[in-house]
C-alpha cells in the first residue's frame, strides 16, 4: 500500500513510501534481494569505519526461525507472524583497532538500519524494526560472541494486500504517526529556539 505520492525526486519518493507495517503477505524473499538489501546498507558510514553492526535472519523456513520469534514480545510476536523474514542486529562494543568502547556503535547501526530500509523501499518491501524482545533470550539461543550484543529486531515483507485484511487490521494499517516539526529539534544558541526562524539566517 503507498501513501499518496507527492514528491518527484527519488530520494522523496522513498521516504514518502516507507512506513512500518502491521501486516504482511507471504511472498518469500530471495537470498539476492537480501544482499541488494544489506549491500546497500553496508555503504552506510560509521565511526573510524568499524561497521559495528552484524545481522542474524531466519526466514520462516529456517529451523532456527523459532529461536528468534520466541526471543519477540508478546505483542510483537502477534503481527511478526505475517512477516516471511525475521532478523535481529547485533553491534560489536569495542573498536577493533583500539581497546576502547565504541559509544557510537548504535548510532552506526541505526544508519545501517536506514540505509537498508529504504533499499528495501526501493524494491517494493518494507522494513518494520522492534525494540519488544529479550535480549538475554537472543544471547541465550544464539552463539553470539561476548564481544557483540543484539540491539534491536526487524521484520521484512511485502505489505499485506488491504483488501485481505479485517476492517479492524485495514484501520490500523492505514494509520500513518505524525512527526514533529523540524523547528522543534534544530536549535541555533538557545535551547528550544528554533535555528530556522533565527533572524540571521537566510529564508532560501
Ligand atoms: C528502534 C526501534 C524500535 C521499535 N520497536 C517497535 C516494537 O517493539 N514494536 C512495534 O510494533 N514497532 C516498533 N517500532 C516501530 C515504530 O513504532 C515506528 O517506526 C514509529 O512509530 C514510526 O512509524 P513509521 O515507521 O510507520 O513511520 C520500532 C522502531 C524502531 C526504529
Known amino acids: ?12 519518493r522513498l521516504l ?20 541488494q538489501i544489506f549491500d546497500a546498507g553496508k555503504t552506510s558510514m560509521s565511526c573510524f569505519n568499524e561497521q559495528p553492526w552484524r545481522v542474524i535472519l531466519a526466514s520462516k523456513d529456517d529451523p532456527h526461525y523459532n529461536k528468534l520469534f520466541e526471543c519477540l514480545t ?18 560489536k562494543k569495542h573498536f577493533t583497532k583500539k581497546d576502547k ?9 541505526g544508519a545501517f538500519m536506514a540505509f537498508s530500509t529504504l533499499k528495501a523501499v526501493s524494491l517494493g518491501l518494507f522494513v518494520h524494526q522492534m525494540a519488544g524482545f529479550s535480549v538475554e533470550k537472543v544471547h541465550q539461543n544464539f552463539p553470539i560472541p561476548d564481544e557483540f550484543e543484539a540491539i534491536t529486531c526487524f521484520v ?3 505489505a499485506a ?14 494509520k500513518r504517526t505524525p512527526r514533529k516539526p523540524v523547528n522543534h529539534f534544530l536549535f541555533g544558541a538557545n535551547w528550544d529556539e528554533s535555528y530556522l ?5 537566510s529564508s532560501d
Open 74 to 91: 508478546p505483542g510483537n510476536q502477534q503481527w511478526v507472524q505475517t512477516a516471511p523474514l525475521l532478523g535481529v542486529v547485533l553491534v
Open 1 to 12: 500500500m503507498e501513501k499518496k505520492d507527492t514528491n518527484t525526486d527519488l530520494l522523496s
Open 101 to 109: 568502547e565504541n559509544r557510537h556503535r548504535f548510532y552506526d547501526a
Open 156 to 158: 521484512i515483507g511485502h
Open 197 to 201: 526562524d533565527a533572524s540571521h539566517i
Open 161 to 174: 494486500n488491504l483488501n485481505s485484511l479485517s476492517k479492524e487490521q485495514r484501520e490500523q494499517e492505514q
Open 16 to 35: 514518502s513510501k516507507r512506513w512500518s507495517p502491521r501486516q504482511f503477505d507471504d511472498q518469500q524473499i530471495s537470498k539476492k534481494t537480501i544482499s
